[in-house]
Nanobody, 115 residues
């Protein structure tokens, strides 16, 4: 497994931007997939974005065109750039990593978007 630590959450007005970071405890070069889930109060955790080891990406329909996931293998870090934020983006955002058949999770970072 790999330890993951998120940062970058906070309070932002609608239309604003935030960048989340997910720092891994070891090299992410060989990690098959990394990305972000989110969970709003009273709702199930939902997949937001994934980036694969080859660089391809997937996004939830609700964030396409607004969010961008990227990875910096040299820094062992995955990012989520969030633009044009909406109040419905308010949630705890969790980083995850899938490697060698195991999934690791970060502790989560709160994102709050005010209207």
């Amino acid at each position: 497994q790999v330890q993951l630590v998120e940062s970058g959450g906070g309070l932002v007005q609608a239309g604003g931007s935030l960048r989340l970071s997910c720092a891994a405890s070891r090299s992410i070069f060989s990690i098959n997939a990394m990305g972000w889930y989110r969970q709003a109060p009273g709702k199930q955790r939902e997949l937001v974005a994934t980036i694969f080891s080859g660089g391809s990406t997937n996004y939830a329909d609700s964030v396409k065109g607004r969010f961008t996931v990227s990875r910096d293998n040299a820094k062992n870090t995955v990012y989520l750039q969030m633009n044009s934020l909406k109040p419905e983006d308010t949630a705890v955002y969790y980083c995850y990593a899938d490697s060698r058949g195991l999934r690791s999770w970060g502790q989560g970072t709160q994102v709050t978007v005010s209207s």
